[in-house]
């Protein structure tokens, strides 16, 4: 493509102009730059009359989809109702409604398997490449931005960006809008910018945000594991895992249910990990110090509940030690014991003569433990930021800055994030595909005129 000479004095003239230009190789990055590149060939430009680079700070693209899902890459999640979609994601909620009738988890599934990718569902719906190997997904994305002309840099960041004068910010598609500098000192004149640079936990991120006028939501992490320090309940069960456990921050309207797993420092698992991501926010203000109500039987149990299926046992089985003879078969044996112990209940103790005093003990115990929250640690699994740029400042049917005309952002770098499970993909692909979209239409339009 030509280099543009813009007359304007606060634009430079002796740098290369590209009409796309990506900071992020990553999920958003290469979905976004496919897209566009795809629809503008489908629209009959030429390769070589457009210009879409991405620029990835590392020294590989798509890093964070290669260790993905315990290396195989959890792409999406089979749902398939956007309103039923929206319901995991704590930020981006129903502002995702519009975004997901447009491209939705559907839709990833069948522009994979148009790539040559086919997906399978597991039980519990997350949606994995059949080969179960992440690397099948970057070689389709990195062979499709190939084939539809895309380039890209790796050790190459984005340092700057800054637009241009508002006379050539508000031209439609052929003047270049943006100013940006790489990190080894190149400069690029660009009419469009997507940034898909992810989470905005890093300064350098943030800086380049900001300095294009964005505000963001502070980051803050999500999907963390609880430290739950010198414990007597927990100490040496790690590994042991419940399935239909329920958690709730006393006082907080907070709670999750699901599997929770004990671990050397705590707790994890989804229940644990759900919780955290709908209370990032509120769990980092208090510093990660905070209770935490454990009831390893699930939320509808009651200890009244409880006690009354405590007289069964003594009525069926009153010979039986109650360290030996448990009730629910949902509970490991292992924790089953610790948490009779830790109720003050003996091997002396069997059904029949358990006391009063010691049956509340453990019912409490098993439906209403209290713990005591110290700290965090990142789910080694996957973790996401919380916070990014405001989404009211974003025209979510473009994913392009309502201040900026020109600029657009995809991926986590918005505001929205998931639960696990595929959903925090599915954001990236969805932002991506209609950024994507959109700037086609704008880098088209350019060439229209
Ligand atoms: C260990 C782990 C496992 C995960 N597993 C899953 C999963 O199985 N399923 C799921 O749905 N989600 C998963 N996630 C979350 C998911 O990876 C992210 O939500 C997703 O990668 C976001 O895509 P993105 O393109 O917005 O950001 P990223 O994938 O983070 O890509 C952004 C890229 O921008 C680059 N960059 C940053 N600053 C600059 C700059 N100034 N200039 C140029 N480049 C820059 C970064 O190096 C990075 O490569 C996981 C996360 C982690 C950490």
């Known amino acids: 493509m030509a280099d543009a000479s813009p007359e304007s004095s606060s634009v430079p003239s002796n740098s290369e102009t590209l009409d796309l230009a990506i900071a992020g190789g990553g999920a958003a990055g290469f979905f976004a730059a496919i897209t566009c590149a795809e629809a503008l060939l489908a629209s009959g430009v030429q390769p070589e009359n457009f210009s879409v680079r991405l620029f990835e700070n590392s020294s590989h693209v798509l890093g964070k989809v290669k260790i993905s899902g315990g290396g195989r890459c959890n792409v999406t999640h089979a749902c398939t109702d956007p309103r039923t979609l929206v319901t995991h994601y704590p930020r981006g909620e129903r502002s995702l409604i519009g975004p997901f009738h447009r491209f939705q988890a559907e839709d990833t599934v069948r522009w994979f398997e148009d790539h040559g990718v086919a997906l399978k569902t597991e039980a519990d719906g997350r949606m994995f490449p059949v080969t179960d190997d992440s690397q099948t997904i970057i070689d389709c994305l990195t062979t499709a931005a190939r084939k539809a002309g895309v380039s890209w840099?790796?050790?190459?960041?984005?340092?700057?960006?800054?637009?241009?004068?508002?006379?050539?910010?508000?031209?439609?598609?052929?003047?270049?809008?943006?100013?940006?500098?790489?990190?080894?000192?190149?400069?690029?004149?660009?009419?469009?910018?997507?940034?898909?640079?992810?989470?905005?936990?890093?300064?350098?991120?943030?800086?380049?945000?900001?300095?294009?006028?964005?505000?963001?939501?502070?980051?803050?992490?999500?999907?963390?594991?609880?430290?739950?320090?010198?414990?007597?309940r927990?100490?040496?069960?790690?590994?042991?895992?419940?399935?239909?456990?329920?958690?709730?921050?006393?006082?907080?309207?907070?709670?999750?249910?699901?599997?929770?797993?004990?671990?050397?420092?705590?707790?994890?698992?989804?229940?644990?990990?759900?919780?955290?991501?709908?209370?990032?926010?509120?769990?980092?203000?208090?510093?990660?110090?905070?209770?935490?109500?454990?009831?390893?039987?699930g939320p509808d149990a009651t200890p009244e509940a409880v006690l009354d299926r405590f007289q069964k046992e003594r009525h069926d089985h009153g010979a039986r030690s109650v360290a030996t003879r448990s009730p629910f078969t949902s509970l490991p044996k292992r924790l089953w014991v610790r948490l009779v112990e830790q109720s003050g209940i003996t091997d002396t103790h069997n059904w029949s003569n358990l006391p009063k005093n010691l049956a509340s003990s453990l019912a409490n115990e098993l439906c209403r433990g209290a713990y005591t929250v110290s700290g965090k640690s990142l789910n080694k699994e996957e973790f996401v930021t919380c916070g990014g740029v405001r989404l009211?400042?974003?025209?979510?049917?473009?994913?392009?800055?309502?201040?900026?005309?020109?600029?657009?952002?995809?991926?986590?770098?918005?505001?929205?994030?998931?639960?696990?499970?595929?959903?925090?993909?599915?954001?990236?692909?969805?932002?991506?595909?209609?950024?994507?979209?959109?700037?086609?239409?704008?880098?088209?339009?350019?060439?229209?005129?």
């Open 153 to 232: 840099e790796t050790g190459t960041g984005l340092s700057s960006a800054r637009s241009l004068s508002p006379a050539a910010s508000s031209s439609p598609g052929s003047e270049p809008r943006f100013e940006i500098v790489t990190t080894d000192g190149r400069r690029y004149l660009v009419r469009h910018l997507l940034i898909a640079t992810g989470g905005t936990r890093s300064g350098a991120a943030r800086k380049l945000v900001e300095d294009l006028g964005h505000a963001l939501e502070p980051p803050v992490p999500s999907l963390f594991t609880f430290h739950i320090a010198d414990d007597p």
């Open 234 to 297: 927990l100490h040496d069960l790690q590994g042991i895992s419940v399935e239909g456990a329920a958690v709730r921050v006393p006082g907080a309207k907070l709670s999750a249910t699901g599997p929770v797993l004990i671990t050397h420092w705590g707790l994890s698992g989804p229940a644990i990990l759900r919780l955290s991501a709908w209370g990032a926010r509120e769990l980092a203000d208090r510093d990660y110090h905070f209770p935490l109500e454990l009831s390893w039987l």
């Open 392 to 449: 009211k400042d974003v025209n979510l049917k473009t994913c392009e800055s309502k201040l900026q005309p020109g600029l657009y952002f995809a991926g986590e770098v918005l505001d929205i994030d998931g639960i696990t499970g595929g959903f925090n993909f599915q954001a990236a692909w969805t932002t991506g595909h209609l950024a994507g979209t959109a700037l086609a239409e704008g880098i088209g339009c350019g060439y229209a005129e």
